[in-house]
């Protein structure tokens, strides 16, 4: 997936926009269907307003969630805190599913699921 600056006009000056690829980003996404963990790589492309020096993209705001989306996020959890897994577990685990991930990376997204649980429980 490619996501372009919808208009090529700078929103704080007016300026043009000109693509500038030192400002690109590549952004990826997991999540789980059915039968297996789909990875998706959004190329967001970077824009420059050269009058005002801003840099402007278009982040989609599912990319909001993370590298992992809330299905795939509640799988670590299920196995950390359900199941008992050592983190060096779970990276075995995921690395069935060709999915690669640091223990930093599974200890932040363990991090977000208990943020965004405690204030309910």
Sequence with gaps: MVHDVEDQVC??????????PKY???VEQLYIPPDSIIRTVHRIKGY??????HYHSNRPAELRTGLMRPALLALPEVLKFGGHV?????????AAFVVYL?????????CRVYESVKRPV
Excluded: I
């Design 48 to 53: 420059l307003s050269y009058k005002c020096a």
């Design 86 to 94: 050592s983190f060096g577990g779970l990276k075995k685990f995921l």
């Design 24 to 26: 690109n980003e590549f």
């Design 102 to 110: 640091t223990k930093v990376c599974l200890s932040n997204a363990l």
């Design 11 to 20: 929103p704080d000056s007016g300026d043009h926009l000109r693509h500038n």
